[in-house]
């Protein structure tokens, strides 16, 4: 999905309905009753070749915080905040009403990208209504019909030049992993700049302060927070500087457990946190000091560490934690119980709320990062390798006696190593952790996910096959001879 279009207007201008043609399945209840869409609801659109996520809205209009078409309003502006492009539906059979007019001016504020749409412009009826379109200051209205599918292509035809914009932005955005190193690589971590800022996630299950925890290091309230779990309901990217490092910090859904995420909208937002994972260097599993550790928190670091991205724990609401040194001695033992695959990464003590601990998370979130780009010679690692080989030789399944001959890094972020061996398919996998484990401690990788490979090289003898073609050479001057 390259691109999020929110559709926005008043109440009753058939949004729900072009949301259910993009979508191409009746996904949103539509009713000539005003006001049935209450939430925001997602669905993958697609529009010719244009593949990108569009959002169905609640009617915006005007009312007080409190009641629930305030509320309405505020989750409606939430979605214009996140999405990048918006489609501002009017009835070309009613015309401009001051609610539109209202409407286009908070647009004309808070979007980037704002497409004029005409619904129910099928006919001669809408003339009136598309003509007054015009005096909203959104440029040429777009005729629509969304019960006919009418007008759709010239929806394509303003789409496609910003998703080619999207697709370029997406591609800068997107980290670099996997990078293959050589020899005459310097050993250094690549520099973060205001360019390319370091990419943050931040994860962990509904309510456990991660929206808090980012308004906290922005130094505003810029994201919606709550005493109620599931607020955010989208990845978010903002990106600041913190402490003198650009960063691009990913507020993300909470994940809960899959047999309870049941409404579609909480899937397509779990679905989006785990992209958010993918787009990633470093990601902050935030977990709450009063429930820590349960199974759902212990899947996301593991998704975390599977796609290979840094990692850092961290234990938000400690400052309502009484016997700080007990509890903290029990999480310690807890995650190297639970998370042996991340043994040694960070575990960070943090109060969201009055931003204690944020010093702390910092320098791991650099270290954890610096660690990630960690590169070792390869003249270091086969010393390494002798010296492992000597203390504890690999098994011999089957009698065969494995041959470990040489060792390289081919590749960081996350550091990934490659072993030249025989019957590389024999190997134990315990004796793969112990090659693992020595380089986490003798190279200071703790944390980190790290990658090694087994590889066969034959057998390189080099006289093996000059032995057999030499005998063979023997027995026919032999022959010779005896004849």
Not at 13 to 42: H, I, M, Y
Not at 111 to 138: F, P, Q, T
């Amino acid at each position: 999905m390259s691109f999020t279009l929110a559709i926005v207007g008043r109440p009753n201008v058939g949004k729900s309905t072009l949301f259910n043609r993009l979508v191409g399945k009746r996904l949103a209840l539509v009713d000539d009753q005003p006001g049935v869409t209450r939430d925001l609801r997602e669905g993958a659109a697609r529009l010719g070749d244009l593949r990108f996520t569009v959002i169905d809205t609640a009617g915006l209009e005007e009312a007080t915080d409190e009641s629930l078409p305030g509320r309405m309003r505020k989750l409606t502006e939430r979605a214009v905040d996140m999405a990048d492009i918006c489609l501002f539906l009017i009835d070309g059979r009613v015309g401009v009403t001051p609610s539109d007019e209202m409407l286009a001016e908070i647009l004309r504020k808070r979007s980037k990208h704002v497409i004029l749409g005409v619904n129910k412009a099928e006919g001669s009826a809408a003339d009136g209504g598309v003509i007054d379109a015009y005096g909203l200051g959104l440029g040429e209205p777009l005729r629509l019909s969304a019960e006919h599918g009418e007008g759709l292509p010239d929806l394509y035809a303003m789409l496609q030049p910003l998703a080619d914009e999207f697709d370029k932005r997406a591609l800068l955005d997107a980290p670099e992993t996997e990078v293959d190193v050589g020899e005459d690589d310097p050993d250094a971590p690549r520099a973060i700049t205001k360019a390319r800022p370091l990419q943050i996630a931040v994860v962990g299950r509904p309510n456990a302060g991660k929206s808090t925890l980012i308004n906290q290091i922005l130094g505003e309230d810029r994201l919606l927070t709550g005493p109620e779990a599931g607020i955010t309901r989208d990845a978010i990217s903002v990106q600041t500087e913190w402490g003198g490092t650009h960063m691009r910090i990913f507020d993300t859904a909470g994940m809960r457990k899959k047999a309870k995420v049941q409404e579609k909208l909480e899937k397509l937002s779990v679905s989006d946190g785990v992209r958010a994972v993918k787009f990633a260097e470093v990601v902050v599993v935030l977990l709450d000091a009063a429930i820590p550790f349960e199974s759902q928190d212990l899947r996301i670091a593991d998704l975390a560490e599977r796609e290979g991205r840094a990692v850092v724990i961290a234990v938000n609401k400690w400052d309502m934690e009484d016997d700080k040194q007990d509890k903290l001695k029990m999480l310690k033992e807890e995650f190297e119980r639970l998370l042996p695959q991340l043994r040694g990464a960070p575990l960070i003590t943090v109060s969201a709320k009055t931003g204690r601990g944020l010093d702390r998370l910092q320098a791991a979130i650099l270290k954890a990062h610096d660690i990630w780009n960690r590169r070792v010679t390869t003249a270091q690692l086969n010393r390494w390798l002798a010296g492992m080989l000597e203390q504890h030789p690999p098994p011999a399944p089957q009698g065969k006696r494995i041959k470990l001959r040489y060792m390289t890094q081919a590749k960081t972020r996350p550091p990934g190593f490659v072993v030249m061996c025989s019957h590389p398919d024999k190997m134990p996998d315990s004796y793969k952790r112990y090659l693992v484990n020595g380089l986490r401690q003798d190279f200071d990788m703790p944390g980190t996910p790290i990658r090694l490979t087994l590889r066969g090289q034959g057998d390189k003898n080099p006289y093996k096959g000059r032995r057999e073609k030499n005998a063979g050479a023997l027995r026919k001057h032999l022959g010779k001879n005896r004849g």
